[in-house]
């Protein structure tokens, strides 16, 4: 067992710690917090506590996050069915209601409250604060199955960022102020969008230039056709893992939220297993970092 008390082992850790702190002092990270790292509290509190530790030691973190088990959870508790197509759950306007009041309300709030506890100041918002995101309806398709043709689905009030307006954050961020973004966004019609985390995220890093953009997730990156870790990749050549199938499933909107991010000024985006214990710190204050590094 390590113990974590010795002195000189404290001090290599510093050793390793300082240069990425020097690197990130006043950068922007935005990080996406979701999938099942979010129901375990003890996970959730060590992550509240690594976010003010950024915050302390010169970052400016900005923190997104999902929720869809426990949307899923309300539905199922307020009797109202849950349908997915391409993917996207398909939200009509009863649970468009429920997402808003479980995003911007409950989870938001209690990320709040976990970071306030860790000695940070959070403030939640969503994307209508300051007309932040304003999203449009989102359109997919998918294969019918007796057809074999493509078929446009109707997601209801599932939106895409369309623009972004980041004053708000700009004049919160350098003010050791941590903002907690839920992902909800008014429409230029008035409705309300139910938008994806992992975009709304790409969308805002971009629109901040962030340094980095971390993406926490249920796995540990970009996985090879061995199921081995891809330490590193290039925009070009995850075109060619989707189009050789290594990447597929799940993974591609992930890597495309990333290119997303990235041709709009991200300097690098990773995608990391949120279920590791500091993987955030891990990532940013290592030498080996925690996930998949994807560069222009």
């Known amino acids: 067992m390590t113990d974590h008390s010795d002195p000189h082992l404290q001090a290599e850790i510093l050793v390793q710690a300082l240069p990425h702190m020097l690197h990130y002092d006043e950068a922007t990270v935005v990080v996406k917090y979701g999938g099942h790292a979010m129901g375990d509290e003890k996970v959730a509190r060590d ?3 690594d976010m003010v530790l950024l915050e302390q030691s010169g970052v400016n973190p900005v923190v997104v996050h ?10 199922a508790k307020l009797g109202i069915k849950s349908e997915f197509a ?6 009509d306007k009863p649970t468009v209601e429920v997402v808003e009041m479980v995003l911007a309300g409950q989870i938001n709030k209690q990320i709040v409250g976990f970071i306030n506890n860790e000695g940070g100041r959070a403030i939640g918002l969503c994307g209508k ?88 997730t249920d796995v540990p990156g970009v996985l090879d ?12 050549q995850i075109r060619e893992l989707i189009a050789d199938g290594t990447i597929s499933g799940g993974m591609i909107p992930k890597v495309e939220t990333c290119i997303y991010a990235i041709e709009a000024g991200v300097e690098g985006v990773v995608i990391l297993d949120g279920k590791v214990p500091h993987a955030v710190l891990l990532e940013l204050l290592t030498d080996h970092g925690a996930g998949t590094l994807i560069r222009p």
């Open 47 to 49: 992550f509240a506590r």
């Open 66 to 75: 999902g929720g869809g088990p426990q949307i899923g959870a309300m539905l």
């Open 86 to 91: 391409a993917g996207l759950r398909i939200t």
């Open 129 to 216: 604060d300051g007309n932040m995101v304003l999203a449009k309806k989102a359109v997919r398709t998918i294969v019918d199955p007796e057809t074999k043709t493509e078929k446009e689905v109707d997601l209801g009030f599932v939106g895409e960022p369309d623009k972004v307006d980041p004053r708000v954050l700009e004049n919160l961020l350098g003010r050791e102020v941590i903002p907690v973004l839920a992902p909800v966004a008014n429409g230029a019609d008035g409705n309300t969008y139910n938008v994806n985390a992992d975009t709304f995220a790409g969308a805002i890093a971009g629109a901040l230039k962030a340094k980095r953009l971390l993406l926490l």
């Open 225 to 236: 056709k061995n199921k081995n870790l891809i330490k590193e990749l290039t925009v070009n």
